[in-house]
């Protein structure tokens, strides 16, 4: 597990000490903490899906490209 501290977590802890001096401030600085670590992660799922799509489709070119070159034949 990676520990990260970067602004959303900046966010979500500088909101616990807001907490007591400004309760819509803190909620809001919660809230774009949490929606900043989401957008976060969804970008890093998207970027590695994408990744292991491209490895499936290269390892289907190529096995398409053996089934030519050792004379499979098509109907």
Request: no cysteine; net charge negative.
């Amino acid at each position: 597990m990676k520990i990260k501290l970067e602004m959303p977590e900046v966010l979500v802890v500088f909101s616990l000490f807001m907490y007591s001096q400004s309760f819509p401030f803190a909620v809001t600085a919660f809230v774009l903490g949490v929606l900043g670590r989401v957008s976060h992660y969804l970008l890093e799922y998207s970027a590695e899906m994408k990744k292991a799509e491209a490895i499936n489709t290269n390892i289907d070119e190529l096995g398409t490209a053996f089934k030519d070159l050792f004379g499979a034949k098509k109907d």
